[in-house]
């Protein structure tokens, strides 16, 4: 059985759920951090509710984590859109988007990191977004997951003497409630969104965690500071939502 616990933030659904189920199967215990309560439960899941947008909240609860798990794989997959477009974003969309996306990461990962180097190895992924080339109506979204790919490349330089590998997977359009709360479900307008990916329809969750998965193995630690866009041709080529 593995001895590895891995952290997941908005674990509770979708693309965190499918991939901590499958850790799960693989004999890891998994730590999900979400404002509600998990749509699903395993005897090896520890769900702790927490409101990443807060960040003394975020602290106390990566300092209690630290204190009861070793954790040696950090997920950071929580987040969300506030799409709008230039003349409505303002500047607190920002400084939410940068708290959730990429500040909490970081007090995440200073709270796990003696654990890691203590064991000279880990895992840090992020759940960053084909967005990040540029999307309409995404100034902070977009500005808050391209900040994700410079950050995991700095990590992975800094890390990588420690056995810690820090790389991005990128999703293009994926079926979960975060792009049905922009798109309706069923509608046309998905469907031509459909039309106009490379590969000919929307991803699915099991798309973005088989790509999760391959940088979680501990076989896989020669490969550090990388995105991957799991977009099906998307960031090759126009895509408008």
């Known amino acids: 059985m593995s001895e590895y616990t891995a952290l997941i933030t908005g674990g509770s659904k979708g693309i965190g759920a499918d991939l901590g189920q499958r850790l799960i199967a693989k004999g890891y215990t998994v730590v999900s951090l979400s404002r509600g309560a998990p749509e699903w439960h395993d005897a090896k899941l520890v769900h702790v509710e927490v409101d990443l947008l807060d960040a003394d909240e975020t602290a106390q609860v990566a300092e209690e984590i630290a204190a009861q798990h070793q954790i040696s794989h950090l997920i950071h997959n929580a987040g969300i859109i506030l799409p709008n477009l230039i003349e409505d974003a303002k500047p607190s969309d920002l400084i939410n988007l940068t708290q959730l996306h990429l500040g909490s990461a970081l007090t995440l990962l200073q709270a796990c990191l003696p654990s890691m180097k203590e064991k000279q190895f880990g895992r840090v992924l992020f ?3 084909r967005a990040a ?9 977009s500005a808050s997951k391209a900040g994700i790919i410079g950050m ?3 990590w992975a330089l800094e890390l990588a003497q420690h056995g810690i590998t820090v790389n991005v997977v ?3 359009p ?4 975060n792009f049905w709360g922009i798109i309706e479900k069923g509608s046309e307008r998905e469907a031509e969104l459909a039309k106009r990916i490379p590969v000919g329809r929307l991803g699915t969750v099991r798309d973005i965690s088989n790509a999760f998965l391959y940088f979680c193995d501990p076989e896989n630690g020669f490969v550090t500071g990388q995105t991957l866009y799991v977009c099906g041709g998307g960031s090759v080529g126009t895509l408008a939502l």
């Open 127 to 129: 759940n960053g977004s």
């Open 133 to 141: 080339l540029g999307v309409p109506t995404r100034t902070a979204y």
């Open 152 to 154: 995991a490349r700095t």
């Open 170 to 172: 990128a999703p293009g």
């Open 174 to 177: 994926v079926q979960t409630d």
